[in-house]
């Protein structure tokens, strides 16, 4: 190996064992975690059961399986679809979290 290309392979390895470079390893890998903690997120499922109060029509089934990474005006708009509302139209929810449920809002 000539002088100039072991300069270059010092200087790559000197880089290569920069405290920068260590820093960006790290966040790689936490970056790596955050897209697998997402992945399966989004394979688990949230079972949802509704019930009618009042004069709200009532619907065919009152129990629903959705994805854990749907956002709730998902859910909004299923069930203004389900209940024949209009997109536009307003309409009241109560939520109730299950005892021991991990759900966050």
């Known amino acids: 190996m000539s002088s100039s290309s072991k300069d270059v392979e010092d200087q ?14 790290n966040l ?19 079972n949802l059961r509704f019930k009618a109060i009042g ?11 959705i994805n854990a990474s749907h956002r709730f005006d998902k859910v ?6 389900e209940l024949g509302l209009q ?3 307003s309409l009241v929810s ?6 021991g449920s991990n759900l966050r809002l």
């Open 55 to 65: 004069r709200t029509p009532l619907l065919r089934k009152n129990v629903f399986a």
């Open 28 to 46: 790689q890998e936490k970056i790596n975690e955050i897209i697998s903690d997402y992945n399966e997120k989004g394979n688990r499922k949230v």
């Open 87 to 89: 997109p536009d139209s």
């Open 76 to 81: 909004i708009r299923f069930l203004k679809k």
């Open 94 to 99: 109560y939520i109730l979290i299950a005892r």
């Open 12 to 25: 790559l390895n000197k880089r290569l064992e920069s405290p920068h470079t260590r820093e960006i390893g």
